[in-house]
């Protein structure tokens, strides 16, 4: 965290040719905001939930262990940030809408949103169950689906917002064993897209994350396919959550205000290559 926070403490400074456009992205960008984080309990969803705090935000971290949320909450806490925890299991429909309610309860608004909670299942086709393919479409498409439907109005009524979807290389590339895990989240990229044509024209921004093989709990299973997988790519290593997380916020701040319907590879160039 110490590292990372001292990545973002560095104004970011973008001007133009003419010396007309000028942003800064210092450590207070997103002061006075809300930021809803799914599956913030670990990994790319804890690193987020930090990197935006770090910016100013007041984080919503959702997820369905309390015990780690409410560390996820300490944790933002003793570096000056504010958050609550938010207890969901994003699965369907009414997951997703009383997650909205718990957040318009906690907080009176969504100002910042975060797709990441997720699940994979990786193995082939044939005899894959049916009640696993439920779970992940459910968690990884039906769940931000409808998540997005019941707070983006919100943000279109004020004319502004950021929404952050997070998907997977294996969205975009063919990869054995991981199908339905890669059309889940090749759905999500664009619904990223169609959310931008959506709700853009009232002023909120819609864009994806697409990291490639990172190290988290969650991706601890894989086990030396994680490093195979890296090693193909330019980069030639598995990233950290930090690294993701710091495309996320990025794209939650002002500094990304031109930045619509785009699918960020955070990939050490995999996709590229």
């Not at 935006?52 to 944790?75: I, M, P, T």
């Not at 806490?77 to 504010?82: P, R, S, V």
């Not at 090749?186 to 190290?215: D, I, Y």
Request: net charge neutral.
């Amino acid at each position: 965290m110490a590292c990372y926070v001292r990545l973002i403490s560095i104004k970011w400074i973008v001007q133009s040719k003419t010396g007309g456009v000028c942003i800064t992205m210092g450590t207070q960008q997103l002061t006075g905001r809300t930021a809803l984080v799914t599956g913030a309990t670990s990994g790319i969803g804890r690193a987020a939930a930090l990197a935006l705090a770090g910016l100013g935000a007041r984080v919503l971290v959702a997820g369905r262990d309390s015990e780690r949320g409410e560390q996820v909450v300490k944790d933002i806490a003793a570096e000056g940030g504010t958050a609550v925890f938010l207890q969901a299991d994003l699965h369907d429909a009414e997951s997703a809408r009383q997650l909205a309610r718990a957040a318009e309860a906690a907080s009176g608004r969504v100002d910042i949103l975060v797709n990441n909670a997720g699940t994979g299942a990786f193995a082939p086709t044939q005899g894959f169950p049916e009640d696993m393919f439920d779970t992940v479409m459910g968690t990884n498409l039906k769940a931000p689906f409808f998540l997005v439907g019941e707070i983006a109005p919100g943000m279109a009524e004020r004319g502004t917002g950021a929404i952050v979807n997070v998907t997977t290389m294996a969205g975009q590339l063919g990869i054995a064993g991981m199908a339905v895990y890669g059309a889940s989240k090749a759905a999500l990229n664009l619904l990223t897209k169609s959310w931008a044509a959506e709700f853009g024209p009232q002023g909120v921004r819609v864009n994806a994350v697409s990291p490639g093989p990172t190290r988290t709990p969650g991706t601890e299973p894989m086990g030396e396919t994680l490093n195979q997988l890296a090693a193909r790519s330019p980069a030639g290593h598995v990233a950290a959550p930090e690294e993701i997380a710091a495309a996320i916020a990025f794209l939650a701040t002002d500094a990304a205000s031109y930045i619509q319907g785009t699918v960020l590879n955070v990939d050490g160039g995999r996709t590229a290559v």
